[in-house]
Every structure is written in structure tokens, then in C-alpha cells.
Antibody, heavy 117, light 110 residues
Framework: EVQLVESGGGLVQPGGSLRLSCAAS????????MHWVRQAPGKGLVWVSR????????NYADSVKGQFTISRDNAKNTVFLQMNSLRAEDTAVYYC??????????WGQGTTVTVSS | QSALTQPPSVSGSPGQSVTISCTGT?????????VSWYQQTPGTAPKLLIH???NRPSGVPDRFSGSKSGNTASLTISGLQAEDEADYYC??????????FGGGTKLTVL
């Protein structure tokens, strides 16, 4: 079965860090650009970041630039999102997704990040 | 990176058609044919409905169609069914280059 599985979410204090992982099964991530998208409780989808298939290109939303870092390990079929200096407004479900035909076509089930003291 | 503008809600009766608009700028929707639409039901991940303005992935019913005129893209759902009740989001590639989503539209099937 083709699927993406996110992990690494949890409860973290303001100012803390988390590293999210997105592992693929049933297919190889190495051919895909990959995205992270987040959704705060009761709110809409917000694009966070993307990385090219060979990791040579990364892009970030202004709201996380300098705070989050996207990376990938194609040998491990996994994409990562390192999140530092976390704030309450980073509380959200974080989804990873593959890009195909300039759209996000395969999505994971999401991992929940809660920033609170 | 302002969000694309969608109506907060739309509604329709079974069998009717509804259209959801998605307004951007010349830096995103108006320039790039890289507009996509997603359907999300509560507690689940988004599902791709339309890519490249008007293309349906395999498995998506042809009741769902997309179009674009200038800075505004649209999703039309014809022959509404109860199972179509969900939140719908548009997205576009931008010149930054980044991606941007709309604020989402809640579809209610009356």
C-alpha cells in the first residue's frame, strides 16, 4: 500500500524544538518534491515548506523562515522538518505530501504538535 | 504570501450544482496554471480533487470540475451528493516561489 506516515509530534514548551519525520512505504520518495503543510485547530491549511527530490532546493513560508528546516534522506525514504524556537502559534497538525503534476497528491495522516507550557 | 480568497461557506441541495471561487493575484493564480483543489472531511487528511486548474486524478468523479479566469479559479461540483459535504481548499504555486492555500470553504448539502 502506498502511504506516508508522519511521526515526531507531541507536546513541547515554548522555545523548544521538535523534529518531524515523514516516512514513505510502498513507493520511493526519491523521485518526488515533498511538502509540509500545517493546520491549526479549527483553521485552514497553511503551506509550510518544500524540498526538491535531490534536496538541492528548499523553500519556506515567511512565517517559518529561519525557524524551520526541511531535509530528506532518500536512502531512508524519509523527509524531515526540524522545528526550533517553537511558539504557541505553531500548534497544529502537520502533514507531509508528495508533489506530482504541481499538486500535493499523496498525503500522510498528520502528526500533532502542541506548543504549551 | 497572503492566502487565496475563498467564500467561507456555500450550500446546495442534492442534485444541484455549486461553484466555489478562489481569488488570488497576478503573482499566483493569474500567472500559473498550477492551481489545485482539495477536499477534507473532519479528522482526515486532505484529498486531491483537481490539479493543473482542471485535471482530475483517476478515481475522482467527473462531477468535480475546475476552471480559471484571470486571477480567479473555480471548483464546480455538479449533481451534489450528501457525501460531498466537506471543506474545500484551493492552492496555487506562486512567484516567490512558494505555495499558498485558500482559507477554505465549508460545503453544506441541505
Amino acid at each position: 500500500e502506498v502511504q506516508l506516515v508522519e511521526s515526531g509530534g507531541g507536546l513541547v514548551q515554548p522555545g523548544g524544538s521538535l523534529r518531524l519525520s515523514c516516512a514513505a512505504s510502498g513507493f520511493s520518495l526519491s523521485n518526488y518534491w515533498m511538502h509540509w503543510v500545517r493546520q491549526a485547530p479549527g483553521k485552514g491549511l497553511v503551506w509550510v515548506s518544500r524540498i526538491s527530490s535531490d534536496a538541492s532546493t528548499t523553500n519556506y513560508a515567511d512565517s517559518v523562515k529561519g525557524q524551520f528546516t526541511i531535509s530528506r534522506d532518500n536512502a531512508k525514504n524519509t523527509v524531515f522538518l526540524q522545528m526550533n524556537s517553537l511558539r504557541a502559534e505553531d500548534t497544529a497538525v502537520y502533514y507531509c505530501a508528495t508533489q506530482s503534476s504541481y499538486a500535493m497528491d499523496i498525503w500522510g495522516q498528520g502528526t500533532t504538535v502542541t506548543v504549551s507550557s | 504570501q497572503s492566502a487565496l480568497t475563498q467564500p467561507p461557506s456555500v450550500s446546495g441541495s442534492p442534485g444541484q450544482s455549486v461553484t466555489i471561487s478562489c481569488t488570488g493575484t497576478s503573482s499566483d493564480v493569474g500567472t500559473y496554471n498550477r492551481v489545485s483543489w482539495y477536499q477534507q472531511t473532519p479528522g482526515t487528511a486532505p484529498k486531491l480533487l483537481i490539479h493543473g486548474v482542471s485535471n482530475r486524478p483517476s478515481g475522482v468523479p467527473d462531477r468535480f470540475s475546475g476552471s480559471k479566469s484571470g486571477n480567479t479559479a473555480s471548483l464546480t461540483i455538479s449533481g451534489l451528493q450528501a457525501e460531498d459535504e466537506a471543506d474545500y481548499y484551493c492552492s496555487s504555486f506562486t512567484s516567490s516561489p512558494t505555495w499558498v492555500f485558500g482559507g477554505g470553504t465549508k460545503l453544506t448539502v441541505l
